[in-house]
Nanobody, 124 residues
Framework: QVQLVESGGGLVQAGGSLRLSCAAS????????MGWFRQAPGKEREFVAA????????YYAESAKGRFTISRDNAKNTVYLQMNSLKPEDTAVYYC?????????????????WGQGTQVTVSS
């Protein structure tokens, strides 16, 4: 089991930036993929980005491509989501998730542990 704690959310104006962090503990961090998902009010949870155990492969939702960057620091057991050019439609609770293994994809079922979420609000 992996314990995950997100931080870095907040209120930002449209066009601004935020950097989310997710600290992991439990399993060996470098042995599994990591991902970010989000859920807006009244909507289903959706995939945002994922990264392989080594950081060598990344995968983004179309809505995140060109604006968001996922990265990880295995020495610090931390995964990051740098979000630039934020839009009001990016407003959501953002969750980090630990993969069940090394598969890097958008399927929530492939992620076995979830953080408590951090709120991101983008004002227009």
């Amino acid at each position: 089991q992996v314990q995950l704690v997100e931080s870095g959310g907040g209120l930002v104006q449209a066009g601004g930036s935020l950097r989310l962090s997710c600290a992991a503990s439990g399993r060996t961090f470098s042995s599994y993929a990591m991902g970010w998902f989000r859920q807006a009010p009244g909507k289903e949870r959706e995939f945002v980005a994922a990264i392989s155990w080594s950081g060598g492969s990344t995968y983004y939702a179309e809505s995140a491509k060109g604006r968001f960057t996922i990265s990880r620091d295995n020495a610090k057991n931390t995964v990051y989501l740098q979000m630039n050019s934020l839009k009001p439609e990016d407003t959501a609770v953002y969750y980090c998730a630990a993969g069940r293994g090394v598969v890097v994809d958008e399927e929530a079922a492939d992620f076995g542990s979830w953080g408590q979420g951090t709120q991101v609000t983008v004002s227009s």
